[in-house]
């Protein structure tokens, strides 16, 4: 089982915490870099793990072996719905957008956020 999995379900770690676990054990990201809490989490919520991959909308049954078992996937991602790992959650996330956070798609079940784009002259929210 991937050990960041095993520390954040098993040891009641925090995404912050394996991160410097990792880290102090000399473990890399695929790109060379030192972990940090975004790339703990990214790997927390890839599904490739449970051997599915996603294609046409849908998730699909992967050609690998799952690599983590479907109990310590489904607590991993329950522990991050229950300790508010989503930023969109969090009250203390200053935004411009008064709604940013509250409002939830029927859909997806995710929440909306504000966005903004620089054009030569102005400022385009939406």
Not at 51 to 58: A, L, N, T
Not at 62 to 69: I, Y
Request: net charge positive; charged share 25%.
């Amino acid at each position: 089982m991937p050990v960041i999995f095993d520390r954040y379900v098993r040891d009641g770690l925090g995404a912050k915490a394996v991160a410097g676990w990792l880290n102090d054990r000399g473990h890399r990201t695929r790109a060379g870099r030192p972990w940090n809490h975004m790339a703990v989490l990214t790997v927390l919520r890839n599904r490739a793990y449970l051997g599915e991959i996603f294609f046409g909308g849908v998730y699909h049954r992967a050609p690998h072996p799952p690599l983590v078992d479907r109990d310590t996937f489904d607590g991993a991602q329950q522990l991050l719905e229950a300790r508010g790992e989503d930023y969109s959650h969090r009250a203390a996330n200053g935004s411009e957008y008064l709604l940013a956070g509250l409002i939830v798609c029927d859909q997806c079940g995710k929440r909306f956020v504000g966005k903004a784009a620089r054009g030569n002259r102005y400022r385009y929210r939406y």
